[in-house]
């Protein structure tokens, strides 16, 4: 039974993107989204994660679990899911200095420091 998927990408290679939109509609750049079999949401899956390169992916499925999704990742983010009790939350990696001409960022101490 096909359900709605949604799939985010950064930096993919263009033969990835076309692959996307033989099954997905792209309303912005870099996000798809489509009512997939899970069959065909596993092929997606596995093309994109297996031909990531420097880019990165994210898919979010329907799932018979707590929070009734599923994310899956591919490639670098700074955004990690992390599962914590069976919830699925996102730990945030910390910036590297000087990527981006940025470095990390702090913030004041405050009363409860």
């Known amino acids: ?13 263009d033969h990835v993107r076309g692959a996307l939109t033989r099954w997905m509609t792209e ?3 870099g996000i798809y989204i489509g009512s997939l079999s899970a069959r ?3 092929e997606l899956w596995a093309t994109v994660s297996a031909s ?9 499925h329907p799932d018979a679990n707590e929070q009734g999704y599923t994310l899956l990742t591919a490639g670098e983010r700074r955004r990690v899911p992390v599962d914590f009790d069976g919830l699925t939350l996102i730990a945030m990696r910390p910036e590297e200095a000087g990527v981006g001409g940025v470095g990390a960022q702090s913030r004041a101490a405050g009363p409860l420091d």
């Open 52 to 60: 990531i390169g420097t880019g990165a992916a994210l898919l979010a």
């Open 27 to 29: 309303p912005a750049p």
């Open 40 to 42: 065909v949401r596993d």
């Open 1 to 13: 039974m096909p359900s709605m998927t949604v799939l985010a990408t950064t930096a993919v290679p």
